[in-house]
T-cell receptor
Framework: AQSVAQPEDQVNVAEGNPLTVKCTYS??????LFWYVQYPNRGLQFLLK??????LVKGSYGFEAEFNKSQTSFHLKKPSALVSDSALYFC????????????FGTGTRLQVTL | DGGITQSPKYLFRKEGQNVTLSCEQN?????MYWYRQDPGQGLRLIYY???????QKGDIAEGYSVSREKKESFPLTVTSAQKNPTAFYLC????????????FGAGSRLTVL
C-alpha cells in the first residue's frame, strides 16, 4: 500500500527566510509525487509534480521540491517566504503504472509572519 | 472560465436526512473524484469515476452514494447511514492517468445539526 507522511503539523517561518515543508512517501515501484496548496475554505491548487527526470522540480509561486529516492522524500522549498504563502500544504503520491489512486498526506500548515 | 463548480457551499442537515452535493466540471476531464476532508486527517477518497456510467468505491464509501450519468456531473449523496457526516467535501477532476494533475472545486461544508 502507498502512503505519505508529513511529519510537521505546522511550520513557522519569518517573511524573507527560506522555508521547507517535509514529505516522505512509501510506494511500490517508481512514484509520481505532487504538492498542492489549500487556502482557507477553498479547494486545493496544484503547485508542482515530479514524474521523472531532474530531481529538482520548479513550480508555481516560486516553490520548488527535491526528489530524493534514497531517502524517499519530496520536500517542498522556497528561498524566501512571503506572508501570502501562509496556507495548508499537502503532499501526494501515486505509484507509477499502478491502478491505485492518489494518496494524500495529512497536510502541513505554513505560517509566515512579519 | 473552465473549472469545477460545487454547490451548495454550505449545507446544514438534520440527522436522518439524505443530502446531495453537486459537482459540475467543464474541463472535459474523464475522471472525477469525491474527497472528504477532516482536520488532521488530510483528504480521504470517497468515490471516483473514470468514465460515464461507471464508478468505484474509495477508502471511505460507506454511507455515501454517487452517480455519473453525464461526463460533466458527479453528484454525491450523503445518506442517513453515514454516521459522522459533518465535514468539508471536495470534488476534483482530471484525466485518467496516474500522472494527471487534479483540479479541485471550492468545496462544500456539510454540518449535521
Amino acid at each position: 500500500a502507498q502512503s505519505v507522511a508529513q511529519p510537521e503539523d505546522q511550520v513557522n517561518v519569518a517573511e524573507g527566510n527560506p522555508l521547507t515543508v517535509k514529505c516522505t512517501y512509501s510506494v511500490s515501484g517508481n512514484p509520481y509525487l505532487f504538492w498542492y496548496v489549500q487556502y482557507p475554505n477553498r479547494g486545493l491548487q496544484f503547485l508542482l509534480k515530479y514524474i521523472t527526470g531532474d530531481n529538482l522540480v520548479k513550480g508555481s509561486y516560486g516553490f520548488e521540491a527535491e526528489f530524493n529516492k534514497s531517502q524517499t522524500s519530496f520536500h517542498l522549498k522556497k528561498p524566501s517566504a512571503l506572508v501570502s504563502d501562509s496556507a495548508l500544504y499537502f503532499c501526494a503520491v501515486i505509484g507509477a503504472g499502478t491502478a491505485s489512486k492518489l494518496t494524500f498526506g495529512t497536510g502541513t500548515r505554513l505560517q509566515v509572519t512579519l | 472560465d473552465g473549472g469545477i463548480t460545487q454547490s451548495p457551499k454550505y449545507l446544514f442537515r438534520k440527522e436522518g436526512q439524505n443530502v446531495t452535493l453537486s459537482c459540475e466540471q467543464n474541463l472535459n476531464h474523464d475522471a472525477m473524484y469525491w474527497y472528504r476532508q477532516d482536520p488532521g486527517q488530510g483528504l480521504r477518497l470517497i468515490y471516483y469515476s473514470q468514465i460515464v456510467n461507471d464508478f468505484q468505491k474509495g477508502d471511505i464509501a460507506e454511507g455515501y452514494s454517487v452517480s455519473r450519468e453525464k461526463k460533466e456531473s458527479f453528484p454525491l449523496t450523503v445518506t442517513s447511514a453515514q454516521k459522522n457526516p459533518t465535514a468539508f467535501y471536495l470534488c476534483a477532476s482530471g484525466q485518467s492517468s496516474g500522472a494527471n494533475v487534479l483540479t479541485f472545486g471550492a468545496g462544500s461544508r456539510l454540518t449535521v445539526l
